[in-house]
């Protein structure tokens, strides 16, 4: 007979790790420490589950994740706000805390894919393109605020800034360096950039923050990344379809390439231009387009195949 699956789900604070198992339907709670960590492990590991689920906190579940994964225990990482939407729906309020029993539930009812495991080269690189992100959304930041201000705080403003840009120079040194001493990574950037609209910072993007590339069918990368068009359909209704959740930051810098490959890249532009001449609003246009790119992107990694224009 063949072993009933068991599904975690894992609440992650600060202070401690809280953990439900279904169908047991018990609890445990750990530190959310390194010890922690290898006691919860200890307590998982005689009966291995089919899948821990742990909610995104931006940073907190790091060292579980790691844990986990070292240890060979499946793991993903649930949206946060797709698991307070799966909350409603099973009658707790809007303001309820999300607990480690919704997420087991969450885990045990939604097809979640588990996460790649990455090496430590590519988690340093990871940090490195985190790092990066901040410190440009603080340039943006302090260029919108800049007109705004009285003009002896002008000048406080841009000398910020140019620390700014020297700092990303410095960052951005650093992730060209790390990424020659991968050979992987090496083959894999110069894939990315032969497509016109991917660049040195949206290939590292993708690299780091979607490992799977590559490695998943169409639908399940799109998915993944959140451009799989949702519908909100009704008996005979047929509502507009839309995008949500998946992988964020995947999607906002895929969505900055696809301008510019909607432009430049004739395969995408003839589709973005057929897709406009049929009536599609141009944003709806564009995550048309943002798919196709993804797509052809995970085939060109899973194929080990540069840029090759269609005959």
Known sequence: MTPEKTWVGIDVSKASLDGYLLPQGTSLQVPNTAAGVRLLIEQLSPTPPHLVVVDSTGGLERTLVEGLQQANLAVAIA?????KGFAIALGKAKTDKLDAQVIARFAQSIPLQPRAVVDESSQQMSELMHRRQQLVDIQVAEKNRLSRVAQTVQSHIEEHL???????????????????????????????????????????????????????????????????????????????????????????????????????????????????????????ALVACMRKLLVILNAMIRDNKTWQFPT
């Open 162 to 284: 140019q620390q700014l840009k020297q700092h990303l120079e410095h960052l951005d040194q650093q992730i060209q360096a790390l990424g020659e001493q991968q050979a992987d990574w090496q083959r894999k950037n110069q894939i990315l950039q032969s497509v016109k609209g991917i660049g040195r910072v949206t290939a590292a993007l993708c690299l780091v923050e979607l490992p799977e590339l590559g490695k998943l069918s169409e639908k399940q990368i799109a998915r993944l990344v959140g451009v799989a068009p949702i519908n909100h359909d009704s008996g005979k209704h047929q509502g507009k379809r839309m995008i949500a959740g998946g992988r964020t930051r995947v999607r906002c810098g895929l969505y900055m390439a696809t301008l510019v490959a909607s432009r430049h890249n004739p395969v995408i532009r003839s589709f973005y231009q057929r897709l406009l001449a049929r009536g599609k609003l141009k944003q709806v």
């Open 79 to 83: 949206n946060p706000r797709k698991v």
